[in-house]
């Protein structure tokens, strides 16, 4: 039952994801100034866990931050991808000017191994997003199946998951 329920809670995210990434046309830029001004840059930035992201697209602004990755027994046995190891990644959001509420799930960004690997999300007890609307913030966390010994992820982050290029990378080493 709690299988289900995860499916169709993830389910109903990628859809209101798919609404909000197909309205909004991004065409973010990243800056980690700490007022959150943001300057347009070809190259891509790279942050680090606990480092602030200030994306700003023609709809407004908001923050990004990865605040901890933790290592966890948990397997699930009705899960057929393989796993030596599951971390739990934590992250925060806040919607500081989008007038639309803002939803920054799994779907906003691509993970990979050090050995450049991309990693599979592992369905483990993590918090889910939710869509808040303009000055409120937001938890959430993603579980990915490891199989190495590394203490590495990199991130890509998409403002707008249909765009060919990600918007900023983030380095997690714990």
Do not use: H
Not at 97 to 107: A, F, G, K, N, R
Not at 135 to 163: C, P, Q
């Amino acid at each position: 039952m709690k299988k289900i329920r995860s499916l169709i809670a993830l389910l109903l995210c990628g859809v209101l994801y798919f609404t909000l990434a197909v309205g909004s046309g991004s065409t973010a830029t990243t800056s980690s100034d700490a007022n959150g001004t943001t300057s347009s840059k070809k190259e891509i930035t790279t942050y680090k866990l606990n480092e602030d992201i200030y994306v700003t697209n023609e709809k407004g602004k908001y923050r990004v931050k990865f605040t901890n990755v933790t290592e966890t027994d948990y397997r699930n046995s009705y899960s057929d991808i393989k796993a030596d190891r599951v971390v739990i990644v934590e992250y925060e959001y806040e919607n500081m000017s989008i007038p639309e509420d803002l939803l920054v799930s799994e779907l906003s960004f691509k993970s990979y191994d050090k050995d450049n690997n991309q990693l599979e999300t592992y369905p483990a007890d993590t918090k889910y997003s939710g869509a808040v609307s303009t000055g409120r913030k937001a938890t959430a966390s993603v579980a990915y199946a490891l199989n190495n010994d590394n203490n590495y992820i990199e991130l890509e982050l998409y403002d707008n998951m249909f765009n060919d290029k990600a918007d900023c990378k983030v380095i997690l080493e714990w």
